[in-house]
């Protein structure tokens, strides 16, 4: 079977670091991505972790622990804008190549 | 350059009816996936068609159909529609090949509602 599991909701203040984690039990594992979905919006690449460890790009960085079936999304200097709803998602091996099982996506609310 | 493009933006239909969304993808992009997001919950894989052909199919019935043709665009067909294919149909487009994932943009979607 395929589960994604995230937190359905968190909240954080503007200019702090904020930590969402994503933990996964799929039948096969090729990439591990996240997207932040601004409401009525399409969802926006952040980042994608295909081997263990951290990936930092700018504000946002991504950790991956494929033994554990566990990432997380580290946001830092919080802003407003941040205040998004952030998808979890498992790219599947072989067959379709874009084929990537999301979880049911973490709102955050960034408060002043 | 464009990006991606779905048409309408937002549709009501009744039970029982058909329904067929658009999609244009990115110019040069040569893969396009359909996706179902239900409010709420993430967004759920329903076709993938690269060159014109189907790649990939999620766990839709076959009320859910799609094409592909040759300027790559594509279309999202659902017939006898019920209440709960109600959400967000999201497009996205790709060069598909060896480059997939990595470079796969969403369009802003055509919200359903089915009464």
């Known amino acids: 079977g395929q589960n994604i599991d995230q937190p359905t909701e968190m909240t954080a203040t503007e200019g702090a670091i904020v930590q969402i984690n994503c933990t996964y039990q799929t039948s096969g594992f090729n990439g591990l991505f996240w997207y932040q979905q601004h409401a009525g919006e399409a969802p926006t690449f952040l980042s994608y972790n295909v081997l263990d460890g951290l990936e930092e790009k700018g504000r946002f960085s991504s950790f991956l622990s494929r033994s554990k079936g566990y990432s997380y999304l580290l946001l830092k200097e919080l802003q407003m804008k941040d205040s998004a709803s952030y998808l979890c998602?498992?790219?599947?091996?072989?067959?379709?190549?874009?084929?990537?099982?999301f979880g049911t996506g973490t709102l955050l609310a960034v408060q002043p | 350059d464009a990006g991606v493009t779905q048409s309408p933006t937002h549709l009501i239909k009744t039970r029982g009816q058909h329904v067929t969304l658009r999609c244009s993808p990115i110019s040069g992009h040569k893969s396009v996936s359909w996706y179902q997001q239900v409010l709420g919950q993430g967004p759920q894989f329903i076709f993938q068609?690269?060159?014109?052909?189907?790649?990939g199919r999620g766990n839709f019935p076959d009320r859910f159909s799609a094409r592909q043709f040759p300027n790559y665009s594509s279309e999202l067909n659902v017939n006898a529609l019920l209440l709960g294919d109600s959400a967000l149909y999201l497009c996205a487009s790709s060069l598909g090949g060896s480059s997939g994932v990595l470079e796969q943009y969403f369009g802003p979607g055509t919200r359903l509602t089915v009464t």
């Open positions: 998602a498992v790219r599947a091996p072989g067959g379709a190549t874009n084929k990537l099982i």
């Open positions: 068609y690269y060159e014109k052909e189907e790649r």
